[in-house]
């Protein structure tokens, strides 16, 4: 009876997939958090012009 239930266990793969999508959603995380970072600098630098261009254009008004 326990030998059956334990052969029973450990042909049960129910939970490997929901460990497969945890893993595939920390892999697509850890590679955006990488892509933001790479691209930071030049964001920042794209926003301030911006922002500096809009002020020029709200007091030129």
Do not use: H, P, W
């Amino acid at each position: 009876m326990m030998l059956k239930r334990l052969q029973a266990f450990c042909r049960d793969e129910s939970g490997a997939t929901a460990i497969e999508y945890g893993l595939i959603a920390a892999l697509v995380s850890v590679a955006a958090i990488g892509a933001l970072t790479a691209m930071g600098s030049s964001l920042k630098t794209m926003f301030t012009k911006v922002s500096s261009a809009l002020s020029g254009a709200v007091n030129q008004t």
